[in-house]
C-alpha cells in the first residue's frame, strides 16, 4: 500500500467515527420502544380515552369534554373548566364529527346524535354517563345542543388522549 | 280594545318564544344552586381520585415528525408528572425530554440560539411509547407552557407539545 492511501485511512477512519458517534445513523433505523405503566396514583383512576376543547357556535361556549372509562369499563364524558350560556332545553349529545351540520349554528333539520343527558348546570365540572351501545369511532364530537331551537351552543371535536 | 287584544297577543307571543326567559339570564351555576350543587358533589367524587389532570397537549413535528401527547398529572402529595401517550418521535443521539418558556415552538427550533428559558426533564426514555418523566418540584407552569423533544447534540427541536389547561 502506498503512503497517500495509509494517511488517507489514518485520517478517514477517526472522522469516520467521529461523524458515526455524532449522528448515529444506524438510529434511523433502530426503534427504542417503551410502555411504561401511569403513575401510580393513576392506576386507580379512570382512563381517559379522548378530549377536546370546547368551541363556542351561537353562545360563547369554553372549556374540555373528555371520555373517561370507568375500571368497571363504563364509560362517562366529563366536562371540565366549562362555560357556556344558560338556556331552555339544553342537552348534552355526542355527534358524528364530520357531519355538516355542525358548520351552522342554527340546525336545519334533525342533528343526528346520541343523547347523554339535559345540561346539569351551565357552568361547572359535570359528568354524562355514556349509554353502553355507543360507538366512539363514529361520534368523535360532544355538542352542547338546545333541542327547542336546534341550536348549537358549542362544539368539542374529540381527539385521541 | 283592539290595541289591549294586539298587546295582549304580543306578550303572549314573547313569552311563548322563551318559555323559560328566566334560566337565560340566570347563571344556573352549580356553585348557586343547592339541588344542583349536590349533583355537582357527586360528580366530583366520581372523578375524584389521587391525582389531578393539569395540563395536555398534542405534539407536532415535521422535521422530525413526532405525535402523541403530552399530559402534566398531580399527584396528591402535590408531585408533578409528565405522562407522554401515544407517542412516537424519530430515534436520534442525545435527545432530552425539557420544558421551555415559551407557548409553542417551530420545527427544529434552537433554544440555545434563541435563549428561551428550558428545563431538563430527563432522557428521551425510547422514541416509541408511553413514558413518565417527573417534573421538579416549583416549576412555574404558568411560564413553561411548551414541552419539547430536544436533541442537544444538535440542538435542535424534534417536536413540541403546547400546554392547555385540562
Known sequence: MSRNK??????????LGGAWWAFRPEKLFINQKVSEAAPAALSSEPEALYTGK????????????TIYKNKDGKEYLRLSDFTTSNGPDVHVVLVRAEDKALEQEIVKGDLEHVELGTLKG??????????????????????????????????ARLEKF | MVCTIKTGLAVAALAGTFLLPSSLRAQDSM?????????????????????KTLETGKFHGKVHATSGRATVYQEADGKLVLRLTNF????????????????????????LKSNTERLE????????????????????????????????????????APLEKF
Open chain 2, 31 to 51: 356553585k348557586q344552586d343547592d339541588m344542583k350543587h349536590d349533583k355537582m358533589q357527586d360528580d366530583k367524587m366520581m372523578h375524584d381520585g389521587n391525582a
Open chain 2, 121 to 160: 426533564l430527563g432522557k428521551l426514555k425510547g422514541n416509541e411509547g408511553d413514558q413518565n418523566y417527573e417534573i421538579p418540584a416549583g416549576t412555574d407552569l404558568t411560564k413553561f407552557r411548551t414541552v419539547s423533544i430536544y436533541c442537544e447534540r444538535f440542538n435542535a427541536n424534534f417536536g413540541a
Open chain 1, 6 to 15: 495509509w494517511i488517507l485511512v489514518l485520517i478517514g477512519v477517526p472522522v
Open chain 1, 54 to 65: 370546547l368551541e363556542g357556535k351561537i353562545h360563547q361556549t369554553s372549556g374540555r369534554a
Open chain 1, 122 to 155: 351551565n357552568q361547572g365540572d359535570q359528568n354524562y354517563d355514556l349509554p353502553a351501545a355507543v360507538d366512539l369511532n363514529q361520534y368523535q364530537a360532544v355538542a352542547i345542543y338546545c333541542e327547542r331551537f336546534h341550536a348549537i351552543f358549542g362544539v
Open chain 2, 88 to 111: 412516537k418521535t424519530s430515534n436520534g443521539p442525545d435527545v432530552h425530554v425539557i420544558l421551555v418558556a415559551t407557548k409553542d415552538a417551530g420545527d427544529d427550533a434552537n433554544f
